[in-house]
């Protein structure tokens, strides 16, 4: 009898530690979950941030299209729209898609590659971000300066103030950009030695 009560003790003890486990484990899971997530807080803050002041110049353009009087300085409006709109509407979506990312649905393999299809996305959003906004610099300055200060920069002369104003502008521009991509960059890496850690 005392064997029975001994392998009935033992086994509920065993069910005990096995639920235990089981939590333990979900509350780790839960808490890297919010650790991940968090990594990513920052950098929506700031695109965030970045999409209003875009969208306001997006509201201003259209409220002034009329004063765009020429098809170069149209276009040029047409251009910042288009891109003022849609590069900060893909990065937010695509960050919202990496930071939401689930790590407690799926096996640990499914969650790595999701986790790297997403990360290799937002870098290249990223970089084809950056190299547009240096391209299209010089088209986004023609429409903002005929809305801004009424003056089609084509036809009046260019004092060097303003050549040198607008060199500080590119370079600072530049600067921010390499900046910005090294902060994605080490906030991603950062992201996946958190999910790795996860494999032990």
């Known amino acids: 009898m005392e064997l029975e009560e001994l392998q009935a003790t033992w086994s509920k003890m065993s069910q005990e530690l096995e639920k235990q486990k089981k939590l333990t484990n979900?509350?780790?899971?839960?808490?890297?979950?919010?650790?991940?997530?968090?990594?990513?807080s920052k950098l929506r803050n700031f695109e965030t941030i970045g999409a209003i002041i875009g969208y306001f110049l997006v509201g201003l353009i259209l409220f002034n299209f009329g004063k765009l009087d020429t098809w170069y300085l149209r276009l040029s409006g047409v251009v910042t729209i288009v891109f003022f709109t849609l590069l900060p509407t893909i990065v937010l979506r695509t960050l919202a898609r990496i930071q939401n990312l689930s790590l407690i649905k799926g096996t640990y393999r499914d969650i790595l590659a999701k986790y790297t299809r997403e990360k290799n996305r937002l870098l290249r959003l990223q970089q084809v971000g950056i190299g547009l906004s240096l391209i299209l610099m010089p088209i986004i300055?023609?429409?903002?300066?005929?809305?801004?200060?009424?003056?089609?920069?084509?036809?009046?002369?260019?004092?060097?103030?303003?050549?040198?104003?607008?060199?500080?502008?590119?370079?600072?521009?530049?600067?921010?950009?390499?900046?910005?991509?090294?902060?994605?960059?080490?906030?991603?890496?950062?992201?996946?030695?958190?999910?790795?850690?996860?494999?032990?």
Do not use: C, H, P
């Open 141 to 200: 300055f023609l429409g903002t300066a005929k809305i801004i200060a009424g003056k089609n920069v084509f036809l009046i002369e260019i004092e060097t103030k303003v050549w040198i104003g607008l060199s500080v502008v590119a370079l600072l521009s530049i600067l921010v950009s390499l900046w910005g991509y090294r902060s994605y960059k080490r906030v991603t890496n950062s992201a996946e030695l958190l999910l790795k850690d996860l494999e032990d």
């Open 26 to 40: 979900e509350i780790i899971m839960k808490m890297t979950q919010d650790r991940y997530q968090k990594k990513f």
